[in-house]
């Protein structure tokens, strides 16, 4: 049942999002003359990689880095363009493409590349070796999830981690349209890309029972 609405949330969502392609491509384009997509390998379900695309929000040398840098507030390698569009989500749209394949679903943990260097330390890890990454990557990754909606933008993977195999292990259709629900809120008020809590008021109850239960 999962399957097959996130399939058909992802045909209706390419079907209206459709004429803003274009004018998302020719900002892009404009503004460096570089590529309007961008392409990256991604951990998805039991482990398997497959290719992500979203519009890039980028310059293009930041593609080319060995070792993937986790964006940190006022990341000097994200265009004006890709400002606008990482504020309110709008550069993931084209991983409605990833859902329609089946490499993705609406609603998980976050698709994340096998090895990425932290903001907050020098640490280059690999995904796998996280505790909690078999039980993490048992389910589809999201276009949304619960740590992308209620964890702080700077967490670290550890923490980001206990956020995902709690939504692993409470997983239901009522709580993948709360968390749907709340992620067209942060897009209405563009905050994707805040450092704070994005939704205080409406998440804290949550959050509190999800740490309580972590303890």
């Known amino acids: 049942m999962k399957r097959i609405l996130d399939f058909l949330f992802a045909a209706l969502g390419l079907l209206i999002s459709f004429p803003l392609w274009p004018v998302f491509s020719v900002l892009i384009w404009l503004e460096d003359r570089g590529p309007v997509f961008y392409f990256q390998e991604r951990v998805g379900k039991g482990g398997k990689m497959f290719m992500g695309i979203k519009f890039r929000s980028m310059k293009p040398q930041a593609g080319s880095e060995v070792v993937v840098v986790q964006t940190q507030e006022r990341d000097a390698r994200v265009t004006k363009v890709g400002r606008l569009l990482r504020a309110t989500a709008m550069d993931e749209l084209p991983q409605l493409l990833n859902i329609l394949k089946g490499d993705m679903s609406f609603v998980g943990p976050r698709a994340l ?3 990425e260097k932290e903001i907050n330390g020098q640490e280059e890890k690999s995904i796998f070796e996280f505790p909690g990454f078999k039980e993490r990557s048992s389910v589809r ?3 949304t999830g619960i740590a992308q909606v209620l964890a702080p933008r700077d967490i670290d993977r550890l923490n980001k981690f206990k956020y995902d195999i709690w939504y692993v292990r409470n997983r239901s259709f009522l709580l993948d349209i709360y968390i749907i629900t709340l992620s067209f809120l942060v897009t209405f ?3 994707w890309e805040s450092r704070d809590d994005k939704l205080s008021c409406l998440t804290k109850p ?3 029972k999800i740490n ?3 303890e």
């Open 113 to 115: 590349v096998p090895v």
């Open 141 to 143: 990754p999201g276009l």
């Open 189 to 191: 008020i563009g905050r």
């Open 206 to 208: 949550i959050k509190d």
């Open 212 to 214: 309580k239960e972590l």
